[in-house]
C-alpha cells in the first residue's frame, strides 16, 4: 500500500503460512534424521570398535551454535530444549541408549536426565546412586546420572565417595533449577493442620526458612528422594511432601504452595557417568581425583602448577582417606580439557607433586 500502512492479514492467512511451516520443517527434519542414519552406517562400514553414538562434546557443540544464532523470539533454553529433543530423536534411529538415574519415578534427577537426554532414551529408574555406578559398571545401561553438589547445600558426598573406586568416568554434567513446592493429599489441609513434611535432608535444609516460618510445629522426617515422601503423603491426611511439580502429578497431590525454596537460584549439578573418554568440545570442564602427600603445604603445591598454566579452578573438595586416618583426598575441577597443553603440562607438575592423581573425566560445561 502506497501510504506505507500494513495491509490486512487475517486469521487464516496465518494459519495457511503456520501449516506451510510446519510442511518445511518437517520436511527438514526427516532430512536430518536420514543423515543420522548415514552416519551410523559410515561408521559401522568403517570398521569402528566399541562405536560412541553418543557424542556429548558434538551435541554441546550444536547447541552452543544454535544459541549463538538465535535471534528470537523463543528464549535460548527453549531453543536448546527442542534442538535436545531433535537430537536425541535422530540418535534413538542410530541406538537406543539406556539411562539409569537415581529415582523413583519423579525426581529431580529424573528431571536432569530428561533434561540432558531428552525423550529418545530408555529410562531406569534405581533407588541408590551406588546401584546407578553399579549398573553402569556392569553395562547394563550405557550411563547414569547422579547429583553431585547443590547450589545451596553443597556437595553430595556419597557420589563423591564412589569415584573413589569407580573405574567410570565423567562424561557431562546437568545444571538444573530446583523449585520445591510444599504438597498434601487433601487440598482443604492447611498450614496449622499439617503435623509432618517429609523431605530428603537437603531439601528440607534448602525450604528451612520457609519451613520455620509457616509450619513451626510440623516434625520434618528425612527419607531417601522427595518422590518418596510425596508417596508417602497419598496415604496420610495431616502429613506433607516437599517436591517439584512432576512428583505432584505423578502422584496425585495437591500443591499448597509453590517455590518455598529459601534462595530463588536454587540450583542442583548433576554428573552423566559412563566408561567413555570424551573429546574436546571447545568449552570443557576436567575433574582430578588427587591425594597430596602428607607434607607442609601440600595443598598449595597442588594448587601452585594450576597458576603456572593460567588454569581456573572452579571447585575443590575434600574427603577423608577410607586407608588412613587424617589424610585426605581432594576432588578437583579446573577449565579445559585434559587435552589441551596447558592442562597437560599442568598435570605433569601435579603428578610430581602428588600421591595419586587421576582424570576422572574431561566434558563439556552444562548447557542451558
Not at 536425541?88 to 529431580?108: H, K, M, W
Not at 555406578?133 to 545451596?152: A, K, L, Q
Request: glycine content about 6%.
Amino acid at each position: 500500500m502506497s501510504d506505507g500502512t500494513l495491509p490486512e492479514i487475517t486469521l487464516l492467512d496465518i494459519r495457511k503460512r503456520i501449516d506451510s511451516l510446519d510442511t518445511k520443517i518437517l520436511e527438514l527434519l526427516s532430512e536430518r534424521a536420514k543423515c543420522a542414519e548415514l552416519v551410523g552406517k559410515v561408521k559401522r562400514k568403517a570398521g569402528e570398535i566399541d562405536i560412541n553414538f553418543y557424542r556429548p562434546e558434538r551435541e554441546a557443540q550444536i547447541l552452543r551454535r544454535m544459541v549463538d544464532i538465535n535471534q528470537g523470539p523463543l528464549k535460548d533454553q527453549q531453543v536448546t530444549r527442542i534442538y535436545r529433543s531433535i537430537i536425541s530423536s535422530c540418535l534413538g534411529l542410530e541406538q537406543c541408549l539406556r539411562i539409569a538415574y537415581l529415582g523413583p519415578e519423579g525426581s529431580y534427577t529424573q528431571g536432569a536426565a530428561q533434561k540432558h537426554f531428552s525423550d529418545g532414551v530408555k529410562m531406569l529408574s534405581l533407588a541408590t546412586i551406588s546401584q546407578v555406578f553399579r549398573e553402569v559398571e556392569m553395562g547394563t545401561v550405557d550411563y547414569g546420572v547422579v547429583p553431585i553438589e547443590n547450589s545451596t547445600e553443597g556437595v553430595v558426598s556419597h557420589t563423591l565417595d564412589l569415584f573413589v573406586q569407580s573405574p567410570l568416568k565423567i562424561c557431562g554434567e546437568i545444571h538444573l533449577p530446583i523449585h520445591h513446592s510444599l504438597m498434601c493429599h487433601s487440598n482443604a489441609l492447611t498450614y496449622n493442620e499439617i503435623k509432618t513434611v517429609y523431605g530428603h535432608q537437603q531439601s528440607l535444609a534448602q525450604c528451612r526458612v520457609w519451613l520455620d516460618a509457616n509450619v513451626p510445629n510440623a516434625e520434618r522426617l528425612s527419607v531417601s528422594s522427595n518422590s518418596e515422601g510425596a508417596r508417602r503423603v497419598q496415604a496420610e491426611h495431616n502429613a506433607s511432601a516437599i517436591a517439584g511439580q512432576v512428583a505432584a502429578e505423578l502422584y496425585k497431590l495437591h500443591t499448597l504452595q509453590e517455590n518455598i525454596e529459601d534462595n530463588p537460584n536454587n540450583t542442583t549439578r548433576f554428573l552423566v557417568i559412563g566408561d567413555q573418554k570424551i573429546e574436546p568440545s571447545g568449552e570443557d570442564k576436567t575433574t582430578l581425583l588427587i591425594s597430596a602427600k602428607n607434607r607442609s603445604g601440600a595443598l598449595y603445591r597442588l594448587l601452585k602448577p594450576l597458576k603456572n598454566y593460567g588454569l581456573d579452578m572452579t571447585r575443590i573438595e575434600s574427603r577423608p582417606s577410607k586407608d588412613t586416618n587424617w589424610e585426605y583426598l581432594f576432588f578437583m575441577d579446573i577449565d579445559g580439557h585434559a587435552d589441551h597443553e596447558s592442562v597437560q603440562a599442568a598435570l605433569v607438575e601435579l603428578e610430581q607433586e602428588a600421591e595419586l592423581i587421576r582424570v576422572l573425566g574431561s566434558y563439556p560445561k552444562a548447557i542451558l
